[in-house]
């Protein structure tokens, strides 16, 4: 049972930190068990229980639900109810996560710290304050015009309102976006200069741990506009690979970038196919993207390494401490020796070049198979003893 269970005290401790509260919805979401194109189905009304598209097993979502309860106590921290309502303008449905009014309930709560929770006195006017909720609201819910109306009450009811430019100019902003779809090949550049450096932080300061589902809307528009954009490498984030990253959608983005004909010519791309791989929990595709990398470019591959909090940093700690003086470019091999299962990737592996490497492949297949493997022990031994002897201590 320990296995299935995905969420810790300390994961839970660390986003409520990062985000202000925590909601396992949102944690689903960042961490990609699901998929935000099946999170906005959902919130369309497209997808009747949104559980049914975790990328769990029913079990481990039931382990998930409890643990994530009992951990939020231990932390301290209190629950609140949240309504999710449909986004399609002219529905005003309230949404449910899940056929189990358990699971429901547990998924959409959200938890936050004690001194966080509104105080609502009975004997104030907090009509201010519940004016506010109503713009932040309707600007994650992507309902513009009815931002407008709530900032507009908001401004009749506190003029002193320290906010309120900012909450006029991501209205403007989502306005904007609802009335030209169509963004001309000429102005891409400025529009997404404007988003990325100006709307995101704007959206991030205001609208803090709700202006993901605004900025994803943001970011879906460019995405759909740069659809036949070309990717430059003097300007790389200038890539609908890159727009779709930041929604975030990464079943989007793999696809994208797998069907792109410049995958394998430009560094910038590959790296980024390996985030999404590692990203999505395609952990044997992320592997083997690594390794061509190291192909592509051994030293800037192993900068990057070093700074991965991956799969592939343990593996190059490893590998030092197994193979001390070992050359560099024999890292890609030991990763494959060590992880011998990675040759049934058959697509992927198909993408390496170097004759080191392709020979540790043909000899990995050659055991798999139950065959035998003289010749490619040979050959083996020819472009590297040291990879024989480690090759025949793992096996």
């Known amino acids: 049972m320990t296995s299935l269970n995905i969420i810790s005290i300390n994961i839970i401790d660390h986003f409520t930190s990062q985000q202000g509260n925590f909601c396992l ?42 643990e994530t309860q009992n951990h939020c106590r231990s932390l301290g921290l209190v629950s609140e109810p949240q309504i999710y309502h449909c986004w399609n303008t002219n529905s005003n449905q309230t949404l449910k996560a899940s056929a189990s009014s358990m699971i429901n309930q547990q998924l959409m709560q959200r938890w936050i710290r004690p001194q966080d929770v509104p105080q609502l006195d009975l004997f104030m006017d907090n009509s201010a304050q519940m004016a506010e909720y109503d713009v932040i609201n309707a600007l994650a819910d992507r309902q513009f015009e009815s931002a407008q109306q709530a900032l507009t009450k908001l401004q009749q009811v506190d003029q002193n309102c320290k906010q309120l430019g900012a909450y006029q100019d991501l209205v403007n902003y989502g306005l904007h976006m609802t009335t030209n779809h169509l963004i001309e090949q000429q102005s891409l550049i400025a529009e997404f200069a404007g988003l990325k450096n100006e709307v995101v932080p704007l959206a991030r300061d205001t609208l803090a741990s709700q202006a993901r589902d605004y900025l994803s809307f943001a970011w879906q528009r460019l995405a759909k506009n740069m659809q036949n954009l070309a990717f430059d490498p003097l300007n790389p984030e200038l890539h609908q690979s890159f727009a779709l990253m930041q929604i975030p959608d990464m079943d989007a983005t793999i696809a994208c970038l797998e069907k792109n004909a410049q995958l394998f010519d430009e560094y910038c791309l590959l790296k980024r196919l390996v985030d999404c791989y590692w990203l999505a929990h395609q952990q044997e595709k992320c592997l083997l993207g690594w390794c061509k990398l190291l192909e592509m470019d051994i030293s800037e591959t192993l900068t990057s390494i070093q700074h991965d909090d991956g799969e592939i940093y343990q593996l190059w700690q490893d590998y030092w401490e197994e193979c001390e003086n070992w050359p560099d470019d024999l890292f890609a091999a030991y990763v494959l020796i060590k992880k011998p299962m990675l040759v049934h990737f058959s697509d992927e592996i198909n993408l390496l070049t170097d004759q080191v490497n392709l020979t540790v492949v043909e000899l990995l297949k050659v055991k798999i198979n139950g065959d035998d493997e003289i010749s490619q022990r040979k050959a083996l031994q020819q472009l590297s003893p040291q990879l024989l002897g480690l090759y025949l201590k793992n096996t």
């Open 25 to 66: 919805i949102d944690w689903l979401l960042a961490e990609n068990y699901l998929a935000y194109s099946d999170y906005e189905n959902w919130r369309y009304a497209n997808v009747k229980y949104v559980d049914e598209k975790i990328q769990l097993e029913k079990k481990s979502i039931e382990i998930m639900v409890t």
